[in-house]
């Protein structure tokens, strides 16, 4: 069965600094790579998604991932956070075919302090 | 376009009872499928219905059960309730056609508690 890593619990940030969650899949086959956020009191909304191509993927607000496909990665970076960016953030993956069954990883509670 | 939508939004149930919840997905998607997230768990895919038919399930015991109508709307089913169920139940939809139109997405969720 796959499984999706996130190492990081929970990470403090102040505004303006670099961001970067790591998140890592254990599936040899191809996979479809999601990130989502959960606003404090909002529903899980789509940050931005892989499925293939340039392994650079852009998304809303100014996040990026990169698939590193060689390390099974897929880690989230955003330049410089704002205090708007607090929230949890879940990696999922999806088997390629079956991008309707995702497996979630444990997310991160990002906290930006003003 | 309105987004998914789930009733009800709040559930309280005792232990024992059953509970069905409600889900419409995004006009136009022909695919639901349903999560169940708790604190100790996190996120974890429950099963998936497309075209009247279940596609996918995971690893929960058959007191969880769906069912999905013409419509794409979709209903899941807990029997005999315990307290471990107490949970967010998120249903999620996707166009599920190839490629990047096969990205899910969520509706609010219900909050079902079990006493």
């Known amino acids: 069965a796959q499984s999706v890593s996130q190492h990081n619990h929970h990470v403090i940030l102040s505004e303006a600094a670099s961001l970067e969650l790591g998140c890592n899949y254990s599936?040899?086959?191809?996979?479809?790579l999601f990130w989502y956020v959960q606003y404090p009191g909002q529903h899980l909304q789509l940050l931005l998604k892989?499925?293939?191509?340039?392994?650079l993927v852009k998304g809303i607000k100014g996040f990026e991932a990169e698939f590193i496909k060689s390390k099974f990665s897929f880690n989230l970076r955003k330049p410089s956070v704002q205090w708007s960016d607090t929230a949890e953030y879940f990696c999922?993956?999806?088997?390629?075919?079956?991008?309707?069954?995702?497996?979630f990883g444990s997310g991160t509670q990002l906290t930006v302090l003003p | 376009k309105a987004g998914v939508t789930q009733t009800p939004r709040y559930l309280i149930k005792t232990r024992g009872q059953q509970v069905t919840l409600s889900c419409s997905p995004i006009?136009?998607?022909?695919?639901v499928s349903w999560y169940q997230q708790t604190p100790g768990q996190g996120l974890q895919f429950l099963f998936e219905?497309?075209?009247?038919?279940?596609?996918n399930k995971g690893n929960f015991p058959g007191r969880f059960s769906g069912r999905q109508f013409s419509n794409s709307r979709s209903e899941m089913n807990v029997s005999t309730l315990e307290l471990g169920d107490s949970a967010l139940y998120l249903c999620?939809?996707?166009?599920?056609?190839?490629?990047?139109?096969?990205?899910?997405?969520f509706g609010p969720g219900t909050r079902l508690t079990v006493l």
């Open positions: 999620a939809s996707s166009l599920a056609g190839q490629g990047l139109t096969d990205t899910q997405y």
């Open positions: 599936y040899g086959g191809t996979v479809n």
């Open positions: 892989y499925f293939s191509g340039d392994p």
């Open positions: 999922a993956v999806g088997r390629s075919g079956s991008a309707r069954q995702l497996t």
């Open positions: 006009s136009g998607h022909r695919s």
């Open positions: 219905y497309f075209s009247e038919t279940q596609r």
